[in-house]
């Protein structure tokens, strides 16, 4: 049977930490780098293996970055619970917070609904490296069409910071500006760059890269679109870290509960640096140098493993 050592729970940790929030699929360098690196390592960190504890400790892992997500953009979730909760009273959706929580929570169930349908059943039979290095390359495609189709003459901004004339009510404070603009969208138009997220359940598919990519593709904002994805990965992150907890207090995993939550104080800390430093990258910058890593290093992986 396979362990989990304090070492390797860090560095899982702090992988999936970066990995997760950054468009580069956490679930798919948390397949490859073990194969990549080989031995030891790859033994200890082999999902697939029968009697892993790897995929607990993934568990609790996503569990903690989520919890990042949620200490970092605490204020913004208070005004969306306010305004679902508002909104629920009173039989109506007037406000902008009514009209966000509830572009949310749409824009939620279609990869709540994928999730628990597909996501063991693809796990299963796409959680190997090879393939995870294929989905790789193909999010860095996914990355870098959104950046091209963007500039191909729709009259889309490019990257960067959203001056006072773009909003309705400048001078208000930025968070609240970004919110302004993404209750432009049309729930029809929330719920579709939702379901992208439905693609992260392939290993290597980045679940904050396709919905960057798709709110991109709808005229949003890079940091916007970024301010979006993270919105929308919250809850989903939560309920499903939630429904597999109690994975990790089944016997046969005791003996890793010690390294799991040194790598989920790692996971938590990197998942807040992490969306702090993208939330600024993403008002002057683009998709593009993660769509270049991704293809680089996913269809490099997939020759070297193949061989």
């Given at each position: 049977m396979?362990t989990?050592t304090y070492?390797e729970?860090?560095g899982?940790?702090?992988?999936?930490?970066?990995?997760?929030?950054?468009?580069v699929?956490?679930?798919?360098h948390?397949?490859?780098l073990?194969?990549?690196?080989?031995?030891r390592i790859?033994?200890?960190?082999?999902?697939?293996?029968?009697?892993?504890s790897?995929?607990?400790?993934?568990?609790?892992l996503?569990?903690?970055?989520?919890?990042?997500?949620?200490v970092?953009?605490?204020?913004?979730?208070v005004?969306?619970?306010?305004?679902?909760?508002?909104s629920i009273?009173h039989?109506?959706?007037?406000t902008?917070?009514?009209?966000?929580a509830w572009?949310?929570v749409?824009?939620?169930?279609?990869?709540?609904?994928?999730?628990?349908?597909?996501?063991k059943?693809?796990?299963?039979?796409?959680?190997?490296p090879?393939?995870a290095?294929?989905?790789?390359?193909?999010n860095g495609l996914?990355?870098?069409?959104?950046?091209r189709?963007?500039?191909?003459?729709t009259?889309?901004?490019r990257?960067?910071?959203?001056?006072?004339?773009?909003?309705?009510?400048p001078?208000?404070d930025p968070?609240?500006?970004?919110d302004?603009?993404?209750?432009?969208l049309?729930y029809g138009q929330g719920?579709?760059?939702?379901?992208?997220?439905?693609?992260?359940?392939?290993?290597?598919?980045?679940?904050s890269?396709?919905?960057?990519?798709?709110g991109?593709?709808?005229?949003l904002?890079?940091?916007?679109?970024?301010r979006f994805?993270f919105l929308?990965a919250?809850?989903?992150?939560?309920?499903?870290?939630v429904?597999k907890v109690?994975e990790?207090?089944?016997p046969?995993?005791?003996?890793?509960l010690?390294?799991?939550l040194?790598?989920?104080?790692?996971a938590?800390?990197?998942?807040?640096?992490?969306?702090r430093f993208?939330?600024?990258y993403?008002?002057?910058?683009?998709?593009?140098?993660?769509?270049?890593y991704?293809?680089?290093?996913?269809?490099?992986?997939?020759?070297y493993?193949?061989?």
């Amino acid at each position: 049977m396979s362990t989990l050592t304090y070492p390797e729970a860090i560095g899982v940790g702090l992988l999936q930490g970066v990995t997760e929030l950054f468009p580069v699929s956490s679930l798919g360098h948390s397949i490859l780098l073990p194969a990549l690196v080989g031995g030891r390592i790859q033994h200890d960190l082999d999902m697939t293996a029968e009697g892993s504890s790897y995929l607990a400790a993934l568990v609790a892992l996503h569990l903690a970055t989520a919890l990042a997500l949620v200490v970092y953009f605490r204020k913004d979730w208070v005004r969306v619970v306010d305004g679902l909760f508002g909104s629920i009273r009173h039989r109506r959706v007037e406000t902008r917070n009514e009209r966000l929580a509830w572009l949310l929570v749409l824009s939620t169930i279609p990869v709540g609904v994928a999730g628990l349908v597909l996501e063991k059943a693809l796990r299963n039979a796409l959680g190997k490296p090879v393939p995870a290095a294929v989905f790789l390359a193909l999010n860095g495609l996914v990355l870098l069409g959104a950046e091209r189709l963007k500039r191909g003459g729709t009259g889309r901004r490019r990257a960067g910071r959203v001056t006072a004339a773009d909003d309705d009510e400048p001078g208000t404070d930025p968070a609240i500006a970004s919110d302004h603009r993404l209750t432009r969208l049309g729930y029809g138009q929330g719920a579709w760059i939702g379901a992208a997220q439905i693609l992260a359940l392939f290993p290597g598919i980045s679940r904050s890269g396709v919905t960057m990519s798709a709110g991109i593709l709808r005229g949003l904002h890079h940091e916007d679109a970024a301010r979006f994805s993270f919105l929308l990965a919250t809850p989903v992150i939560l309920a499903a870290s939630v429904l597999k907890v109690p994975e990790l207090f089944k016997p046969e995993n005791s003996g890793v509960l010690g390294p799991v939550l040194a790598g989920s104080l790692a996971a938590f800390v990197a998942g807040y640096v992490s969306v702090r430093f993208l939330t600024r990258y993403f008002e002057t910058r683009s998709l593009t140098p993660f769509a270049i890593y991704c293809f680089l290093a996913g269809a490099g992986s997939a020759v070297y493993l193949s061989l």
